[in-house]
């Protein structure tokens, strides 16, 4: 399996918590940059948290550091995004890619990643 899957989305209250997952590459031989992206209707992907699945840290975009939180379970192949205090403008559609390697300067860069999944809804309501 290359193409991630991701859950747990769905639709909360402003200030509460998600928590998403994405079941990555089977392959447990080959180290990957995995990364969560959102996109709202007319805009482009924009990446908010990164992780490689081998050694070192997250990498996070300024303006989500403070609230979002991306971790692994390395054994179930799964990465995850907890997303704290919630906020209306939080409202898009998540999608999870990877690619392999570590996740570089590049690793929000949409264009450098060739396996995305479906993604999973979020909706914040005021």
């Known amino acids: 399996q290359v193409q991630p899957v991701e859950s747990g989305g769905g639709s909360v209250q402003a200030g509460g918590s998600l928590k998403l997952s994405c079941v990555h590459s089977?392959?447990?031989?080959?180290?990957?940059?995995v990364a969560w992206f959102r996109q709202t209707p007319g805009q482009e992907r924009e990446g908010v948290a990164g992780?490689?699945?081998?050694?070192?840290?997250?990498r996070y975009v300024d303006f989500v550091k403070d609230r979002f939180t991306i971790s692994q379970d390395k054994a179930k192949n799964t990465v995850y995004l907890e997303i704290n205090n919630l906020k209306p403008e939080d409202t898009a559609m998540y999608y999870c890619a990877q690619r392999t390697g570590a996740c570089h300067f590049d690793w929000s860069s949409q264009r450098t990643y060739k396996y995305w999944g479906q993604g999973t809804q979020v909706t914040v309501s005021s």
């Open positions: 089977v392959d447990r031989f080959v180290n990957r940059c």
């Open positions: 992780i490689y699945t081998g050694s070192g840290g997250p």
